[in-house]
C-alpha cells in the first residue's frame, strides 16, 4: 500500500485502535504476572505450612519413640527382677522339698 491510498484520518484511527488493543494486551499481561506471583506466594506459604507440620508430626513422633524405648527399658528392668525373684522362689522351693544336696543347702542358707 503506498501512502497516499489511506488518507490520515485512516491512519490515525488504526494507530488509537492498535495502542488501545496493546493496552489491553498489556493489562491482561500485568494481570496474569500478578495473578501468577500470587498463586506462587499462596503455594510456597502452603508448602511452608506442609513442611511445619511434617517437623512438628517428626518432632512428637520422635517424642513417643523415646517414650516406648524407656517403658520398655523399665519392663526389661521388671521382667529381668521378676526373673531373679522367681529364681530364688524356686530355690527357696527345692531347700524345703531337699532336692539339693546338704552343701548346696548350707551354701544358699549362709549366703542368705
Do not use: H, P
Amino acid at each position: 500500500l503506498e501512502s497516499d491510498d489511506i488518507d490520515e484520518g485512516d491512519w490515525v484511527g488504526r494507530v488509537r485502535a492498535l495502542k488501545k488493543s496493546f493496552n489491553k494486551v498489556s493489562e491482561k499481561l500485568v494481570a496474569s504476572e500478578k495473578a501468577r506471583k500470587e498463586e506462587q506466594k499462596q503455594s510456597e506459604k502452603r508448602m511452608n505450612n506442609l513442611e511445619t507440620k511434617l517437623d512438628e508430626t517428626q518432632k512428637t513422633l520422635e517424642t513417643k519413640l523415646d517414650e516406648s524405648k524407656e517403658t520398655q527399658k523399665t519392663l526389661e528392668t521388671k521382667l529381668d527382677e521378676a526373673a531373679k525373684e522367681n529364681k530364688e522362689v524356686k530355690d527357696m522351693l527345692r531347700i524345703l522339698c531337699g532336692n539339693f544336696s546338704a552343701d548346696e543347702k548350707r551354701d544358699r542358707l549362709l549366703n542368705e
